[in-house]
T-cell receptor, first 111, second 112 residues
Framework: QKEVEQDPGPLSVPEGAIVSLNCTYS??????FMWYRQYSRKGPELLMY????GNKEDGRFTAQVDKSSKYISLFIRDSQPSDSATYLC???????????FGSGTRLQVQP | KAGVTQTPRYLIKTRGQQVTLSCSPI?????VSWYQQTPGQGLQFLFE???????NKGNFPGRFSGRQFSNSRSEMNVSTLELGDSALYLC???????????FGPGTRLTVT
């Protein structure tokens, strides 16, 4: 079983839609939970990180963590064509100095 | 504040050659991590350096090596290149907390 499962998409939505991106994980040692956005031919850009279960909001983005279910989500409100990118979930485990990434979900927001 | 810079941005090498990639972290950041990104395997951790010391290494063969200089700049080297080494090599820097890493644009290496 892979440590992290993330649907590769592509996920296509109309402009203005609410987008939900998800990852499941199996490693109980994961302590910090991150979301990165990667545009084509660019490096990943850190959007948000969170430590505890619950919600964290930043503008149009909300990160949600459910440690009991080992499930994290990123919600994008009022999606824009500029949000079209690949979104990667990432995890930082207790006791190891390296991030583990999901495979990424490609999002396309249609104008 | 300038971001993470990587040079060169694109590189074409032939099998058997070696290559050196360079990374300059954000000013003040002392930790530099390297990742390999491929369509099949995604983002995989190579190694992490802090104050010139390698603190962690991923599951890559010994052909992959790195170092960090006193000014926190880092290089990674791949010797005896194989076709499967074709990838985007990403460098990320952080102050201390590795859950807050900032990536450079990457070096796209093509091995022919």
């Amino acid at each position: 079983q892979k440590e992290v499962e993330q649907d590769p998409g592509p996920l296509s939505v109309p402009e203005g839609a609410i987008v939900s991106l998800n990852c499941t994980y199996s490693n109980s040692a994961f302590q910090y939970f991150m979301w990165y956005r990667q545009y084509s031919r660019k490096g990943p850009e850190l959007l948000m990180y969170t430590y505890s279960s619950g919600n964290k909001e930043d503008g149009r983005f909300t990160a949600q963590v459910d440690k009991s279910s080992k499930y994290i989500s990123l919600f994008i409100r009022d999606s824009q064509p500029s949000d079209s990118a690949t979104y990667l979930c990432a995890f930082f485990p207790r006791g190891r100095r390296a991030l583990t990434f999901g495979s990424g979900t490609r999002l396309q927001v249609q104008p | 504040k300038a971001g993470v810079t990587q040079t060169p941005r694109y590189l074409i090498k032939t099998r058997g050659q070696q290559v050196t990639l360079s990374c300059s972290p954000i000013s003040g950041h002392r930790s530099v991590s390297w990742y390999q990104q491929t369509p099949g395997q995604g983002l995989q951790f190579l190694f992490e350096y802090f104050s010139e010391t390698q603190r962690n290494k991923g599951n890559f063969p010994g052909r992959f090596s790195g170092r960090q200089f006193s000014n926190s700049r880092s290089e990674m080297n791949v010797s005896t290149l194989e076709l499967g080494d074709s990838a985007l090599y990403l460098c990320a820097s952080s102050l201390e907390a590795l859950y807050e890493q900032y990536f450079g644009p990457g070096t796209r290496l093509t091995v022919t």
